[in-house]
Nanobody, 116 residues
Framework: QVQVVESGGGLVQAGGSLSLSCVVS????????MGWYRQAPGKQRELVAT???????NYVDSVKGRFTISRDNGKNAVYLQMNSLKSEDTAVYYC??????????WGQGTQVTVSP
């Protein structure tokens, strides 16, 4: 059974930084693309960053230049470094492979709150 545990969120002032971690058990990640998603209050969940199995990264325009996704296949983990945070980055952040079936449960997420 696949389990995802996200951590590292918190409360930070605008302009600050946070580093999120995601550890996955139950399946190896090294052959999978992975992504960080976020869901703000009253909004749909959105994919903000992806990293391919080979390390190629992509970002939604709103976080380009500020967020960096990385992975450590040895630790079965994915990370999201978030700099120059803005109030609009406030959301619950989730980690998941875009290729996973809907039968794989989402993790509990980690709350990021950016104060003005």
């Amino acid at each position: 059974q696949v389990q995802v545990v996200e951590s590292g969120g918190g409360l930070v002032q605008a302009g600050g930084s946070l580093s999120l971690s995601c550890v996955v058990s139950g399946t190896p990640l090294r052959f999978r693309a992975m992504g960080w998603y976020r869901q703000a209050p009253g909004k749909q969940r959105e994919l903000v960053a992806t990293i391919s199995s080979g390390g190629t990264t992509n970002y939604v325009d709103s976080v380009k230049g500020r967020f960096t996704i990385s992975r450590d296949n040895g630790k079965n983990a994915v990370y999201l470094q978030m700099n120059s945070l803005k109030s609009e980055d406030t959301a619950v952040y989730y980690c998941r492979s875009p290729g996973w079936s809907v039968s794989v449960d989402w993790g509990q997420g980690t709350q990021v709150t950016v104060s003005p």
